[in-house]
């Protein structure tokens, strides 16, 4: 699909979930959806877990201290946000930054599984135990985080979250070890 078809495919698709009345509590106490940005023709998606304050204010995904190691380790890699997909499964804060509820989850899958049926990354990388739960069910991250699954057709890799990794000097390590395969696992694809 050329990029501008992308482009306002996502726009389409941004508009049908504010439309959709998804999470009504979520949204009302959100300052706005947080679709997603970056490059919608990415080989990458990145897919966090939901916006905190400084994402619902600005209304772009990981822009707070997690998303400054994230663009930490992206430079560590080569590539710049501009160069990726991001975003996250739930779309709106959820109040005081709780854990999205299962519910909350689900509910927002399949306006995720459109986005990433529109943008087709050859690799989605799950940060965090809650996009891995609705993308990969039955798997613990502690377990599995830096390994390339498989699932239906499509090739994930599931890392810890960058905020868990923040203020954990073992968890940021093996964040950042996990962040190095990157490039290797792409050029298989
Ligand atoms: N954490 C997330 O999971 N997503 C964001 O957008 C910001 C922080």
């Not at 970056?38 to 916006?51: H, K, M, R, T, V």
């Not at 509820?101 to 809650?130: D, M, S």
């Not at 810890?160 to 000097?169: K, R």
């Amino acid at each position: 699909m050329a990029i501008s078809d992308a482009v306002q495919q996502l726009e389409k698709l941004k508009s049908k979930i504010e439309a959709s009345g998804v999470t009504p509590e979520l949204a009302a106490q959100a300052t706005q959806l947080v679709f997603g940005t970056g490059n919608p023709g990415a080989d990458i998606i990145f897919i966090g877990e939901a916006p905190g304050k400084n994402e619902d204010l600005q209304g772009e995904p990981f822009v707070g201290a997690a998303g400054k190691f994230l663009n930490e380790m992206l430079a560590g890699i080569g590539l710049k946000r501009e160069d990726i997909y991001i975003t996250n499964i739930v779309k709106y804060r959820p109040p005081h930054n709780r854990d999205p509820l299962p519910e909350e989850k689900t509910a927002f899958l399949p306006f995720l599984q459109e986005q990433i049926a529109i943008i087709k990354p050859k690799l989605i990388v799950t940060l965090g135990r809650h996009s891995m739960d609705v993308l990969l069910p039955g798997l613990k991250i502690s377990q599995v985080h830096g390994q390339p699954k498989r699932y239906k057709g499509q090739v994930y890799l599931p890392l810890f979250h960058p905020a868990a990794a923040l203020y954990n000097g073992g968890m940021r390590q093996t964040l950042i070890e996990d962040f190095s395969l990157i490039p290797a696992i792409l050029e298989k694809l």
